[in-house]
């Protein structure tokens, strides 16, 4: 269950795994645009946009209490690029948190309330708040940067995985 210097553990990989599966899911919203929604993925996937969201900020915050706990047994960075993956990663976590908040920041200024897996977390409201929705509406623009980012992650994954044919890759999925 614990990170070894030369792989990750079960649950590092649960985190990781379960956490891209969410995501992926997520960037169906951009489904929305296509047809106002009106066709069988706006209407069926993500209509729990809201929803996964909130599960991904839970789950993203213990991915990184238990990123901090294994720190010290983690494989580490190395090479050259060592500095450039290590901020790449630290953005990915940093866009991955701050995404649903804003989203719950643009929701609830709005008045929409917060509803999560049917149960009512934050009541609808009849007053807007603009600063909430002024900062919530940075969701949309910084989720087209988490989408690069998360290319880019994949492509770095690959990259080494191809190219360099080191264990960089596996060490995320044995």
Not at 35 to 59: Q, R
Not at 136 to 144: F, I, R, V, Y
Request: glycine share 10%.
């Amino acid at each position: 269950m614990r990170d070894t210097p030369e792989r990750y553990g079960s649950l590092s990989r649960w985190f990781h795994w379960g956490i891209a599966v969410l995501v992926l899911w997520q960037f169906l919203k951009i489904g929305d645009r296509i047809n106002d929604g009106e066709h069988w993925v706006g209407l069926t996937l993500v209509s729990w946009h809201l929803s996964i969201g909130f599960l991904i900020l839970t789950l993203g915050i213990l991915r990184v209490l238990w990123a901090i706990k294994q720190y010290p047994h983690r494989p580490q960075l190395t090479g050259p690029l060592a500095p450039l993956a290590r901020i790449g990663h630290i953005l990915l976590y940093i866009v991955m948190l701050l995404l649903p908040v804003l989203g719950i920041l643009y929701m609830t200024g709005r008045g929409y309330g917060l509803k999560v897996f049917g149960q009512q977390l934050i009541a609808r409201s009849e007053t807007e708040i603009g600063w909430m929705v002024s900062v919530g509406s940075l969701h949309s623009p910084l989720a087209l940067l988490f989408v690069l980012l998360v290319i880019g992650h994949i492509a770095a994954a690959f990259y080494h995985h191809f190219i360099l044919r080191d264990d960089t890759l596996k060490r995320m999925t044995r």
